[in-house]
């Protein structure tokens, strides 16, 4: 069959963007092949690369593994965790995580099927995300395919977190204390608080992105009631999870 030159530049392309990608991880040939695919369409309609993470990648192995064993695919078998619970499990910090799926005999045919799929193409093409986990799985014949994209959030120290929404806290007109420990201490309570000093109202959330607070804890700030407050960060209630920055606000009259 000839091949016209359009094919054999996607080709040529592809070929040099997979050598660059093999730089990144120990990924398979297969693996290479869709993150070059993806950047290079990516590239083709002005978006940035999205950059190889080990941690969506862990997340998207463990699925891959169970859609082979399965001889299937899904986003979710009956059972198994959601994909924000997978892939914070694996470690990933992120504001936003969406997932492509496949079964196929090749890489190649599996970027055609999601590029010619609305939903699937759109999750290639976002703007929004950052980064990308891959994981191909052979069983019989069959390559099963997981890609894990995400906006990424990087990783902030208690003081720094605490430091984002006091500043936020504060332009209320509100005192916002220096010491964090009692308020540390009351976000990872599950209810009530600690230290020795009651608060008027306390606000557990959990937010990726810190510039924002929940509309109920704005509300109070602006009620006229409150002149103090404290601001503390805490760990996920599950060690190794991240479904975003753990903070309490503590409101005082």
Not at 71 to 91: N, V, Y
Not at 161 to 185: I, Y
Request: aromatic share 6%.
């Amino acid at each position: 069959m000839m091949m016209g030159p359009r094919y054999l530049s996607r080709l040529l392309c592809l070929s040099t963007l997979a050598a660059a990608a093999a730089v990144a991880g120990a990924q398979t040939v297969s693996e290479q092949y869709l993150l070059a695919a993806a950047n290079q369409d990516r590239a083709l309609h002005g978006l940035g690369p999205v950059r190889w993470d080990a941690r969506l990648t862990q997340a998207a192995v463990v699925h891959a593994r169970e859609m082979a064993r399965r001889g299937g695919i899904s986003h979710q078998f009956s059972g198994e965790p959601d994909l924000a619970d997978r892939a914070s499990t694996a470690g990933a910090r992120f504001s936003l995580v969406t997932e492509n799926v496949a079964e196929a005999p090749n890489s190649a045919q599996i970027h055609d099927m999601w590029m010619h799929s609305a939903g699937h193409r759109a999750n290639l093409l976002d703007p929004k995300v950052d980064s990308v986990g891959i994981s191909v799985i052979q069983r019989d014949g069959q390559l099963y395919a997981v890609e894990d994209f995400a906006r990424s959030v990087s990783e902030m120290s208690f003081a720094a977190q605490e430091a984002v929404v006091s500043r936020l806290v504060a332009k209320s007109g509100l005192s916002v204390s220096e010491e964090a420990e009692d308020a540390r201490r009351t976000c990872a309570l599950p209810t009530g608080f600690a230290g020795a000093r009651k608060p008027w109202f306390v606000m557990r959330y959990s937010s990726a992105d810190l510039t924002q607070l929940p509309a109920e804890l704005t509300s109070r700030l602006g009620s006229g009631k409150y002149h103090a407050a404290a601001v503390g960060a805490c760990s996920a209630e599950k060690p190794g999870t991240f479904a975003g920055y753990n903070i309490a606000v503590l409101l005082y009259p």
